[in-house]
């Protein structure tokens, strides 16, 4: 397909196509730059700060998490936790990622995080929404989380 301009007024950005991929890139109110990436079904999406994109290339990370604890790895898009079944989760968000643009979904694939929740954390004094920890606590629930370089924020 052709790139299609997309108007809300005035052109705020672009938006590609493959067989498989939407690609859009815009312009914010503020003049940052914004990516969002739709994988036929399934989103990755990393948002801009300072100047930096995001790369995204070909399908998301599903990593299968199954153990009380989990440090998040660069490589990981999505977190298909399935120790919930078991007992509580910890995912720790490492300092070294706390960089704008990162995104990370962590899904309770167990269907179990009303009795087992699933916390997220950082290892460092970053807040997430202003909070030391998020915590997944209804079945089968999932949380989109992005960093603007210094804290976590829930989309």
Request: hydrophobic content about 35%; aromatic content about 6%; some cysteine.
């Amino acid at each position: 397909m052709a790139d299609v301009e997309i108007s809300t007024a005035g052109a705020l950005g672009t938006a590609t196509s493959s067989d498989s991929i939407l690609t859009v890139d815009a312009t914010g109110a503020t003049g940052e730059k914004l990516k969002r990436v739709i994988f036929s079904g399934d989103e990755g999406e990393y948002l801009n700060g300072a100047g930096g994109w995001g790369a995204l290339s070909g399908d998301p990370t599903i990593t299968t998490v199954n153990a009380a604890t989990y440090s998040l790895l660069t490589t990981d898009n999505i977190l298909h936790v399935t120790y919930a079944a078991t007992g509580e989760c910890t995912v720790t968000w490492p300092t070294a990622q706390i960089v704008s643009g990162r995104l990370i979904r962590v899904k309770d694939a167990a269907g179990n995080s009303n009795t087992n929740a699933i916390t997220i954390v950082t290892e460092g004094s970053q807040l997430i929404d202003g909070q030391a920890n998020y915590e997944l606590t209804a079945d089968y629930n999932s949380v989109t989380i992005y960093c603007d370089g210094s804290n976590l924020f829930v989309v």
